[in-house]
């Protein structure tokens, strides 16, 4: 049974560039979370997504976005990429009914570094 | 707005004693509490969690102790392992679909 995969797992953007990132839940699991975990720092919710739409959102500006297919795998696009971007970006999924548990399962992570 | 604090960065711990884990919180508007180990090259796993309504809950090794009139949270791990060195969050849930508040980690290591 796959866990929860990330793509790709480390890349290097230069600002101004975008950015997209993909992430397959585990299987079963039809919720979509988003994290952004800067150096030291613990991971920052970015939003969520369930049947396709954006249920819930953080701090983060417009230039975040994202997108969930029917398939429930998911996508974090970030335009207009700032020096500030650079961070481990985790994917975590869930099964719709047990989310207030609090027991995400996460990815590996995208390392993005923007030069 | 740092809702949830550990404020220590780090905790030395020798083979077969007790690591304490240190969480306070500043919001009293939440359903649960959770502690999470992240090992490097791998995402955060989930360890324990526990509900506002609570004040301990135990699972093998690890307990967590919510002590809500000081709004601290703590996970005891005994007896501690070199397996269990690894960055600790705590977090916290509540009623919106899943978004965790998540502290700034703690990096333990076990000493054999």
């Known amino acids: 049974d796959a866990g929860v995969t990330q793509s790709p797992t480390h890349l290097i953007k230069t600002r101004g560039q975008q950015v997209t990132l993909r992430c397959s839940p585990k299987s079963g699991h039809d919720t979509v979370s988003w994290y952004q975990q800067a150096l030291g720092q613990g991971p920052q919710f970015i939003f969520q997504y369930y049947e396709e739409e954006e249920r819930q959102r953080g701090n983060f500006p417009d230039r975040f976005s994202g997108h969930q297919f029917p398939n429930y795998s998911s996508e974090l696009n970030v335009n207009a990429l700032l020096l500030g971007d650079s961070a481990l970006y985790l994917c975590?999924?869930?099964?719709?009914?047990?989310?207030?548990?609090?027991?995400?399962?996460f990815g590996e992570g995208s390392r993005l570094t923007v030069l | 707005d740092q809702q949830v604090k550990q404020n220590s960065p780090s905790l030395s711990v020798q083979e077969g004693r007790i690591s304490i884990l240190n969480c306070d919180y500043t919001?009293?508007?939440?359903?649960?509490f959770l502690w999470y180990k992240k090992y490097p090259a791998e995402g955060p796993t989930f360890l324990i969690s526990i509900s506002s309504i609570k004040d301990k809950n135990e699972d093998g090794r690890f307990t967590v102790f919510l002590n809500k009139s000081a709004k601290h949270l703590s996970l005891h791990i005994v007896p501690s392992q070199p397996g269990d060195s690894a960055v600790y969050f705590c977090a916290k849930g509540g009623t919106s679909y899943g978004k965790l508040t998540f502290g700034q980690g703690t990096i333990l290591t076990v000493h054999p």
């Open positions: 919001n009293s508007m939440f359903d649960y």
């Open positions: 975590a999924s869930s099964r719709q009914g047990i989310v207030r548990t609090g027991e995400l399962f």
